[in-house]
């Protein structure tokens, strides 16, 4: 295990099988031991010959030889079971940052919402309220009339920043109708509002798939587009919603700049936003991944893939659009 032949290992010493760091904690160990028996359990790396390291589990003995005491040691190479360990330990502290993250984003969102109220909304409301209560001094109907259109109009711009706040909030197609429609609908909001020509394309088949699978796919989608429309630089993006054996693919493609796929995925969005980091975190955390290919000046393709719910039998009679998980 230690690559040392029996006459070599005679020779050597604590120091030649451990690293030197380790060495104050393992010399306090073995003093505690011999004096009663007893010392702390803790996973200690071991240095091979060829200078490689590894965990090993000890089961110390004391032992008396020739009227010296001394201390057999019986080590089980653990490194498997440390870096299993290791990776649980590490996707348990990325779980917690996401779950920051979401919090922080959640009050971001609240805040966007908000301004977007007081903003748009309630301005256009107090100025039509205003126009109301002007109607009583215009003396011709003509006057009136044109005070009817504006306030017409007012009350039209205040309905469709509602409904755009609204369809930020909670899309209600995502759960009255599914993901596919849901996403189809926000491709028609970006191609209006960006002049960004954009096409979907759905296999038709069912995709029962839980409240959690859907929200993070289509927030997740809506986070790609958001970069596309961004930073891309494209003049257009398709999108496609399928089913592969138990999961769902959704894969959104554009033909802009391209960016460092490598670099978006490794770190948080800096403006505190929900970036791809976190999409794939999620959905990661759900089952399923995020994947990214791109290269400066080729465009971009993101795959989102999720679980989708195992599907019993139906009886007689049943049909598959009858399940509440529907996509």
Do not use: W
């Not at 200690?44 to 590894?54: A, E, H, L, N, V």
């Not at 044109?146 to 309905?159: M, N, P, T, W, Y």
């Not at 289509?218 to 257009?236: C, D, I, P, W, Y």
């Amino acid at each position: 295990m230690l690559g040392f032949t029996p006459e070599e290992f005679r020779d050597l010493s604590v120091a030649d099988f451990h690293l030197p760091e380790d060495l104050p904690f393992i010399s306090k160990q073995i003093g505690m031991f011999l004096k009663g028996g007893t010392g702390r359990r803790k996973d200690i790396r071991f240095k091979r010959r060829d200078g490689s390291t590894f965990f090993a589990d000890l089961n110390p003995v004391l032992i008396s030889l020739g009227g010296r005491r001394g201390i057999l040691v019986a080590i089980r190479d653990i490194t498997d079971r440390k870096q299993a360990e290791d990776r649980v330990a590490a996707h348990q502290r990325r779980l917690r940052a996401v779950g920051a993250k979401l919090a922080v984003a959640e009050e971001q969102e609240r805040r966007r919402i908000a301004a977007g109220l007081h903003d748009n909304v309630v301005q256009t409301l107090a100025l039509a309220k205003m126009k109301l209560e002007g109607l009583a001094a215009h003396k011709s109907s003509a006057q009136i009339s044109q005070a009817i259109l504006e306030i017409r109009g007012l009350v039209d711009r205040s309905v469709h920043d509602t409904r755009t706040l609204l369809f930020d909030l909670s899309p209600v197609a995502l759960y009255e109708l599914g993901l596919e429609p849901a996403v189809e609908s926000l491709l028609e909001r970006i191609q209006a509002a960006h002049r960004l020509a954009t096409r979907f394309r759905t296999d038709g088949l069912p995709k029962p798939m839980t409240n959690d699978v859907r929200v993070v796919l289509f927030r997740g989608v809506r986070e790609v587009l958001q970069n596309v429309v961004k930073h891309a630089q494209a003049r257009s993006v398709d999108v496609s919603v399928r089913r592969e054996d138990e999961m769902v693919l959704v894969e959104v493609q554009d033909d802009g700049v391209g960016f460092d796929a490598k670099k978006a995925l490794s770190v948080h969005d800096e403006a505190g936003g929900f970036g791809l980091f976190d999409v794939r975190e999620r959905l990661d955390y759900l089952g399923g991944s995020l994947t990214i290919q791109s290269e400066p000046g080729k465009g971009t393709t993101a795959t989102l893939r999720a679980p989708l719910v195992q599907e019993k039998a139906c009886p007689e009679g049943m049909s598959h659009g009858d399940s509440s998980a529907s996509g």
